[in-house]
């Protein structure tokens, strides 16, 4: 059975840090690609960051870059983003989401920047 469960999420004032973990099983983590989505209250989900599944490679939104941080742990079929310098535009669920042969999605953690 596959699963992707985030976890991480919070309230942080502006300015505060948060590190989203997520926790894969079920499927080959190492051959997937993975990517964090987020989306806001009325507003579409979209990609905030990407990483290749060797984890060389990474891609961020514009708005994110220089502030999150994507990595992942292959040994421990883990992907985190570390998320600093957060605004109150970051307010969004985030959603973390396998790219491969298939796809898998989360359940989302929320992340609230409010002071």
């Known amino acids: 059975q596959v699963q992707l469960v985030e976890s991480g999420g919070g309230l942080v004032q502006p300015g505060g840090s948060l590190r989203l973990s997520c926790a894969a099983s079920?499927?080959?983590?190492?051959?997937?690609?993975m990517k964090w989505y987020r989306q806001a209250p009325g507003k579409e989900r979209e990609l905030v960051a990407g990483?290749?599944?060797?984890?060389?490679?990474?891609n961020y939104k514009d708005s994110v870059k220089g502030r999150f941080t994507i990595s992942r742990d292959n040994a421990n079929n883990t992907v985190y983003l570390q998320m600093n310098s957060l605004k109150p535009e970051d307010t969004a669920v985030y959603y973390c989401?396998?790219?491969?042969?298939?796809?898998?999605w989360g359940q989302g953690t929320q992340v609230t920047v409010s002071s």
């Open positions: 079920g499927f080959i983590f190492s051959s997937y690609s």
């Open positions: 990483i290749r599944s060797g984890g060389g490679d990474t």
């Open positions: 989401n396998a790219r491969g042969p298939y796809s898998y």
